[in-house]
């Protein structure tokens, strides 16, 4: 009978029967959520075309490339290496509390196997009728209990450690690279291929060092079940019983493994939808006074709705394919894994031509039978939890693949490797800069260029692509700025101007003038450093020796003293021996000196971007450059919402403190204080010269 049983269970026409009704539902959900994404497919192309605001918008992410999330040798090579950084050496606190949680996992398996034991002889006791040895087994649970309680909340605290530890590492290890020469700003301005960091660094660390923590104790536990179990196993029922289950956890483990491979994929398809989501809503909280004043709530919430609709679409394609995947992984990591259970333990008891049992009371076989079937349905849970464990895995896969893009993304740009999805080469200059730049590195060697090369841009031309992977040669020197046959390049492609050629020593400030979009910016960022240089030969000081202040100046979090030394700490003022008297005297150039009692002294803390006005910022701003007291300065109309007497004592003290200025700006009253000036056109030409009556034209 119990081969005949067996045999059937285990035909293929049991295994049809069984499984054809979940594989059906399973498929049949594929269809219905495909049908469901191609109806998406037009929100997601109208969301796209909404949010997509211009070259510079940072929520870009690359929707077209397919991302590969599978547990596979790709998977595995990932994990290695983002482990180096959660565990960097072998003799680390992670690794101390790696093993706390082994050895508690270890101990409460014995713990488990003592129990089993224990509890078989306590029941035995009541059936027998003994009350010395009801209480003899009893007393001793009784002592145990301390104990068991004491393993399963060091456990807990070890898991606890282990992913908050994991989550420094990691977090540290990103932010140290993100933040890294000016890679936090090139990463959303000449490279398309991360959107928001800001949520890869926050959220998806945090998802993928809990999974790693939980994936360590739910594999390492059953599988220490396993191993315990079959070797009790094995010398009381036989070898059998353990390897049929053992198997039974191979065949399983890769046909779930297989159907679940479409859940990394959706992982990180969700965690593109959040940041998203996230996006929008953070565009409407920075824009609220404009959007407010025209009345655009209708429109932003249309758009806040899209998003998130697309979302919550999305989230729901996750629940259907984690329902359809849960039956099957209960029926067959669960249930028929109880049923294999029973039949391989039942076999040995059940074969009357097995010696071992034929001369045992009914008394004995019930207690032998008790506490191997415990065990061994305790293994058949150690095995069904392994084989679930395998749909963590794979959800795993998808927040590695994410963390480890961002991770290859900044080491490439760090280095000068940018991608962008799409170059325009349409500009009449691209060929001509490319030829300059080709015969530049042909006449001077790769040996000169002093940046990274990157590699990888797509291109639409040749000449384009020489271009954006040329580089010229930057050369540090103090009091000089002078630009050789520059190209001023957008991350675009763009030539704005094919050939830049000035020089400025320092005492001669330079007025920049032109219509919009003609290059201005394009010069301070490449002059910045912010973008590199295309070609030609750059000269200019070193960082630090040169400063720039924005329209709207950078109000950081901290105290008002920070306001005037950013970025500079406190520590750094007092190594440069200057004192917050230096500093009052400073505001007192720009006219703040009310401040200080108005706000409550240097160390009074608050949003400083909302408790000042727009002139009191860009006065600010200015006394933070009189602290500094670099070579040279670029301000950019810095000083709009600041009264022509104010703004005429202030370029009176840069020029009293030798800060040569590079000045943006349309006012005229500004040119007495300038020697030479700068116009571009727009078109690709620019005039550079000293200031005389007949130049003053260009500023109008």
Same mark, same amino acid.
Not at 366 to 393: D, K, N, P, T
Not at 406 to 424: H, I, M, N
């Given at each position: 009978?119990?081969?005949?049983?067996?045999?059937?269970?285990?035909?293929?026409?049991?295994?049809?029967?069984?499984?054809?009704?979940?594989?059906?539902?399973?498929?049949?959900?594929?269809?219905?959520?495909?049908?469901?994404?191609?109806?998406?497919?037009?929100?997601?192309?109208?969301?796209?075309?909404?949010?997509?605001? *211009?070259?510079?918008?940072?929520?870009?992410?690359?929707?077209?490339?397919?991302?590969?999330?599978?547990?596979?040798?790709?998977?595995?090579?990932?994990?290695?290496?983002?482990?180096?950084?959660?565990?960097?050496?072998?003799?680390?606190?992670?690794?101390?509390?790696?093993?706390?949680?082994?050895?508690?996992? %270890?101990?409460?398996?014995?713990?488990?196997?003592?129990?089993?034991?224990?509890?078989?002889?306590?029941?035995?006791?009541?059936?027998?009728?003994?009350?010395?040895?009801?209480?003899?087994?009893?007393?001793?649970?009784?002592?145990?209990?301390?104990?068991?309680?004491?393993?399963?909340?060091?456990?807990?605290?070890?898991?606890?450690?282990?992913?908050?530890?994991?989550?420094?590492?990691?977090?540290?290890?990103?932010?140290?690279?993100?933040?890294?020469?000016?890679?936090?700003?090139?990463? *959303?301005?000449?490279?398309?291929?991360?959107?928001?960091?800001?949520?890869?660094?926050?959220?998806?660390?945090?998802?993928?060092?809990?999974?790693?923590?939980?994936?360590?104790?739910?594999?390492?536990?059953?599988?220490?079940?396993?191993?315990?179990?079959?070797?009790?196993?094995?010398?009381?029922?036989?070898?059998?019983?353990?390897?049929?289950?053992?198997?039974?956890?191979?065949?399983? *483990?890769?046909?779930?493994?297989?159907?679940?491979?479409?859940?990394?994929?959706?992982?990180?398809?969700?965690?593109?939808?959040?940041?998203?989501?996230?996006?929008?809503?953070?565009?409407?909280?920075?824009?609220?006074?404009?959007?407010?004043?025209?009345?655009?709530?209708?429109?932003?919430?249309?758009?806040?709705?899209?998003?998130?609709?697309?979302?919550?679409?999305?989230?729901?394609?996750?629940?259907?394919?984690?329902?359809?995947?849960?039956?099957?992984?209960?029926?067959?990591?669960?249930? %028929?894994?109880?049923? %294999?259970?029973?039949?391989?333990?039942?076999?040995?008891?059940?074969?009357?031509?097995?010696?071992?049992?034929?001369?045992?009371?009914?008394?004995?076989?019930?207690?032998?039978?008790?506490?191997?079937?415990?065990?061994?349905?305790?293994?058949?849970?150690?095995?069904?939890?392994?084989?679930?464990?395998?749909?963590?895995?794979?959800?795993?896969?998808?927040?590695?693949?994410?963390?480890?893009?961002?991770?290859?993304?900044?080491?490439?740009?760090?280095?000068?490797?940018?991608?962008?999805?799409?170059?325009?080469?349409?500009?009449?200059?691209?060929?001509?800069?490319?030829?300059?730049?080709?015969?530049?590195?042909?006449?001077?060697?790769?040996?000169?260029?002093?940046?990274?090369?990157?590699?990888?841009?797509?291109?639409?031309?040749?000449?384009?692509?020489?271009?954006?992977?040329?580089?010229?040669?930057?050369?540090?020197?103090?009091?000089?700025?002078?630009?050789?046959?520059?190209?001023?390049?957008?991350?675009?492609?763009?030539?704005?101007?094919?050939?830049?050629?000035?020089?400025?020593?320092?005492?001669?400030? %330079?007025?920049?003038?032109?219509?919009?979009?003609?290059?201005?910016?394009?010069?301070?960022?490449?002059?910045?450093?912010?973008?590199?240089?295309?070609?030609?030969?750059?000269?200019?000081?070193?960082?630090?020796?040169?400063?720039?202040?924005?329209?709207?100046?950078?109000?950081?979090? *901290?105290?008002?003293?920070?306001?005037?030394?950013?970025?500079?700490?406190?520590?750094?003022?007092?190594?440069?021996?200057?004192?917050?008297?230096?500093?009052?005297?400073?505001?007192?150039?720009?006219?703040?000196?009310?401040?200080?009692?108005?706000?409550?002294?240097?160390?009074?803390?608050?949003?400083?971007?909302?408790?000042?006005?727009?002139?009191?910022?860009?006065?600010?701003?200015?006394?933070?450059?009189?602290?500094?007291?670099?070579?040279?300065?670029?301000?950019?109309?810095?000083?709009?919402?600041?009264?022509?007497?104010?703004?005429?004592?202030?370029?009176?003290?840069?020029?009293?403190?030798?800060?040569?200025?590079?000045?943006?700006?349309?006012?005229?009253?500004?040119?007495?204080?300038?020697?030479?000036?700068?116009?571009?056109?727009?078109?690709?030409?620019?005039?550079?010269?000293?200031?005389?009556?007949?130049?003053?034209?260009?500023?109008?």
């Amino acid at each position: 009978m119990p081969a005949t049983l067996s045999k059937y269970l285990f035909s293929p026409q049991f295994s049809a029967l069984a499984s054809t009704g979940m594989i059906g539902l399973y498929f049949a959900n594929q269809i219905l959520s495909a049908r469901r994404r191609r109806r998406n497919e037009k929100s997601l192309q109208e969301l796209d075309a909404v949010l997509a605001a *211009g070259a510079n918008d940072p929520r870009k992410a690359s929707e077209g490339r397919a991302a590969k999330a599978y547990v596979d040798a790709e998977f595995f090579s990932r994990l290695s290496r983002l482990l180096k950084i959660l565990v960097p050496r072998l003799f680390s606190p992670e690794t101390f509390y790696l093993l706390l949680v082994a050895a508690c996992l %270890v101990a409460r398996t014995y713990l488990d196997v003592w129990m089993i034991a224990n509890g078989t002889m306590i029941e035995s006791a009541i059936i027998g009728r003994s009350l010395s040895l009801f209480k003899t087994y009893l007393f001793r649970f009784i002592l145990m209990m301390p104990s068991m309680s004491l393993i399963n909340n060091f456990l807990k605290l070890g898991l606890s450690e282990v992913k908050l530890r994991f989550r420094h590492r990691l977090t540290v290890h990103l932010i140290n690279k993100w933040m890294r020469g000016f890679t936090y700003y090139q990463l *959303g301005n000449l490279d398309s291929r991360i959107a928001n960091p800001d949520q890869l660094i926050a959220q998806d660390v945090d998802k993928l060092c809990e999974c790693v923590a939980d994936l360590y104790s739910n594999l390492s536990k059953p599988i220490l079940d396993i191993v315990i179990y079959a070797l009790k196993l094995t010398s009381t029922i036989g070898g059998h019983a353990p390897a049929c289950m053992i198997g039974y956890l191979v065949l399983t *483990g890769l046909v779930l493994t297989r159907l679940r491979r479409p859940l990394g994929r959706m992982t990180v398809r969700e965690q593109q939808l959040e940041g998203e989501f996230r996006y929008v809503n953070s565009r409407v909280i920075a824009a609220a006074e404009e959007v407010a004043f025209y009345r655009g709530q209708s429109a932003e919430r249309s758009t806040l709705l899209k998003a998130f609709s697309l979302l919550v679409d999305h989230l729901r394609v996750c629940i259907n394919f984690r329902f359809q995947t849960g039956l099957l992984d209960n029926i067959l990591a669960k249930y %028929v894994a109880t049923v %294999v259970g029973y039949l391989v333990v039942s076999w040995p008891f059940l074969n009357l031509a097995n010696p071992r049992y034929s001369t045992s009371s009914h008394a004995e076989l019930l207690e032998e039978y008790y506490q191997s079937g415990r065990m061994l349905v305790r293994m058949a849970e150690a095995v069904g939890r392994v084989v679930l464990s395998g749909r963590e895995l794979t959800r795993l896969a998808g927040f590695t693949a994410r963390i480890h893009e961002l991770d290859t993304v900044l080491d490439e740009v760090s280095k000068g490797q940018f991608q962008r999805a799409a170059v325009r080469t349409g500009s009449p200059a691209v060929a001509s800069v490319a030829a300059a730049a080709a015969a530049a590195a042909s006449a001077n060697g790769d040996s000169t260029s002093e940046q990274a090369k990157p590699a990888g841009i797509p291109v639409s031309s040749s000449s384009a692509n020489l271009l954006l992977n040329t580089f010229g040669q930057v050369v540090v020197a103090d009091h000089i700025i002078k630009f050789e046959d520059v190209p001023l390049v957008t991350p675009t492609g763009d030539v704005l101007v094919a050939r830049l050629n000035l020089e400025v020593r320092s005492g001669t400030n %330079v007025i920049v003038c032109g219509p919009n979009g003609c290059g201005k910016s394009s010069l301070f960022r490449i002059l910045g450093g912010l973008w590199p240089v295309r070609g030609g030969r750059l000269t200019k000081p070193a960082d630090g020796k040169l400063f720039y202040i924005p329209q709207k100046p950078y109000m950081p979090l *901290g105290k008002l003293r920070d306001q005037v030394i950013y970025p500079d700490t406190i520590e750094d003022m007092r190594r440069k021996r200057l004192t917050d008297e230096r500093l009052s005297e400073l505001l007192g150039h720009v006219q703040l000196g009310h401040i200080l009692t108005r706000e409550g002294g240097w160390d009074a803390i608050a949003d400083w971007a909302d408790v000042l006005s727009g002139g009191e910022k860009q006065r600010m701003a200015m006394a933070r450059l009189f602290y500094h007291a670099p070579q040279f300065a670029i301000l950019d109309e810095c000083t709009s919402a600041v009264s022509v007497d104010v703004e005429a004592e202030l370029y009176s003290y840069c020029r009293k403190n030798n800060i040569t200025l590079f000045t943006v700006s349309h006012r005229k009253s500004l040119w007495q204080h300038h020697e030479f000036f700068m116009h571009m056109d727009g078109r690709g030409e620019f005039k550079f010269g000293p200031i005389t009556d007949n130049t003053e034209e260009f500023g109008s």
